[in-house]
């Protein structure tokens, strides 16, 4: 933790979200931190929306192949990452969604 910062040293992270609220008010509304332990990081994230992270991530003009997929909760959830940078700020954009168990068919059903 960075014990004595102060508000304005979380100005990089926050002038990058002012900026995509005037330049991107239109996109879905992400979950947003900006948080003392990683100052110069804006983080988005979409929980159960992984339509808004790719709206967000066209915006953003991150190439598909840019994003890192992955899977947590045992394999439940998928999860894409991808960072850029934006007016002096590490943007990190996350999406998590439920993978739908698989269908049980014929004698396992």
Same mark, same amino acid.
């Given at each position: 933790?960075?014990? *004595?910062?102060? @508000? !304005?040293? +979380?100005?990089?992270?926050?002038?990058?979200?002012?900026?995509?609220?005037?330049?991107?008010?239109?996109?879905?509304?992400?979950?947003?931190? $900006? !948080?003392?332990?990683?100052? !110069?990081?804006?983080?988005?994230?979409?929980?159960?929306? @992984?339509? *808004?992270?790719?709206?967000?991530?066209?915006? +953003? *003009?991150?190439?598909? !192949?840019?994003? $890192?997929?992955?899977?947590?909760?045992? *394999?439940?959830?998928? $999860?894409?990452?991808?960072?850029?940078? @934006?007016?002096?700020?590490? +943007?990190?954009?996350?999406?998590?969604?439920?993978?739908?168990?698989?269908?049980?068919?014929?004698?396992?059903?």
């Amino acid at each position: 933790m960075n014990e *004595g910062l102060t @508000l !304005d040293d +979380l100005s990089v992270p926050l002038r990058a979200l002012r900026l995509l609220a005037v330049d991107f008010g239109h996109q879905p509304a992400p979950w947003v931190r $900006v !948080d003392t332990v990683y100052p !110069d990081r804006l983080e988005l994230s979409f929980h159960g929306d @992984l339509a *808004g992270f790719e709206a967000w991530r066209e915006a +953003l *003009g991150i190439a598909p !192949d840019a994003v $890192v997929h992955a899977t947590q909760g045992g *394999g439940r959830t998928r $999860v894409l990452e991808a960072t850029a940078e @934006l007016a002096g700020a590490v +943007l990190t954009l996350t999406g998590f969604a439920e993978i739908p168990a698989p269908e049980l068919t014929g004698a396992a059903a």
